[in-house]
């Protein structure tokens, strides 16, 4: 797979987000499945890998997600970046640095491993960005980190950030009905070598095609009972997208997943999309997309299409 650049981190030019396995999207799988589809995705050219402390069945507890990355990739640590993300809540009367090297030697010691290679601050807090900032310059001076990133953020607090210690990069919610950050956020990371990883880019699979008004989604622990285009109302009025996405797909030969994937990517050079899934032949499929090739009409036809046609649902920086 061809690869891109996070500031000076090399990764595969498709991600994976490896959340699925451990919650919000209904019955997490068997262990043995989990770590043998990150092992997959691997084998298959994935060399970049996304988990959180959070990331644990239902939001209770910490680590079950960072447990079996670490497994999965323990014999093949020197050759994936992996990323986390911590919560900071507040600060211990020690100092923001303090705190927060306390929850990476937690996600070091579950990921089996003495570096994390971009440990992003999973949502703003109380906390002043500059602080967070300051800190995450000490870590990777320690050795610790290699390079760190902010996740649902604005402008503003990327920039107070980036004058402190320089941002690998940005992991924001962006997709075909997500595209607040192509406004300001991603010509900044542009402009100043940042890395965007968009998360949830096939839209909590709405741009997949294989999501329905009438699709039933599990009860537990299931992020798209919430999400807005997943509502069923919306679902409907999305439904345009979704078969132009399926049009454009058979003419390639591929996915509407895929498509929608190579169009973030012949977009924009510093993105690197990370698509979550559960699902071993669906992981395949989107790392797939990094194949697709979109020429320069194909690409124009696509976004002229994608900006006739009206959005339903928005979830935004302020969303989960």
Not at 204 to 211: N, P
Request: hydrophobic share 40%; aromatic share 8%.
């Amino acid at each position: 797979m061809k690869k891109r650049m996070l500031r000076d981190i090399e990764v595969s030019e498709v991600g994976m987000g490896c959340m699925a396995f451990s919650h919000g999207y209904g019955k997490i799988p068997e262990e043995k499945y989990s770590i043998e589809a990150i092992q997959n995705a691997y084998d298959h050219g994935c060399t970049f890998f996304d988990t959180a402390e959070v990331y644990s069945p239902n939001l209770a507890g910490i680590g079950h997600n960072e447990l079996i990355v670490g497994k999965a990739l323990k014999d093949v640590r020197e050759n994936v970046v992996i990323a986390t993300k911590l919560m900071l809540h507040g600060f211990s009367v020690g100092s923001v640095y303090k705190t927060i090297r306390g929850h990476l030697e937690g996600s070091l010691d579950r990921l089996r491993t003495d570096y994390v290679d971009i440990y992003y601050l999973h949502r703003m807090s109380g906390v002043p960005v500059e602080k967070v900032a300051e800190a995450m310059g000490r870590l990777i001076e320690d050795g610790l980190i290699r390079g760190w990133g902010l996740s649902q953020v604005d402008v503003d607090i990327i920039d107070r950030a980036q004058q402190v210690t320089p941002l690998a990069a940005i992991q924001n919610i962006y997709s075909m009905v997500e595209r607040d950050s192509e406004a300001e956020i991603i010509p900044y990371c542009m402009k100043n070598n940042i890395g965007f990883v968009p998360f949830s880019p096939i839209a909590s699979g709405l741009l997949s095609g294989k999501i329905t008004p009438q699709t039933q989604f599990e009860r537990n622990d299931d992020v798209r009972n919430w999400v807005p285009q997943l509502s069923r109302r919306n679902i409907e009025g999305n439904q345009p997208i979704v078969e132009m996405l399926k049009s454009f797909a058979e003419k390639k030969k591929a996915t509407p997943a895929q498509i929608s994937l190579a169009w973030m990517l012949h977009k924009y050079p510093n993105v690197v999309p990370i698509p979550g899934s559960k699902n071993k032949e669906r992981i395949i499929e989107n790392l797939d997309s990094a194949n697709v090739e979109l020429t320069g009409e194909e690409f124009t036809v696509l976004e002229d299409s994608l900006n006739s046609l009206k959005v339903y649902g928005h979830r935004g920086l302020g969303g989960f």
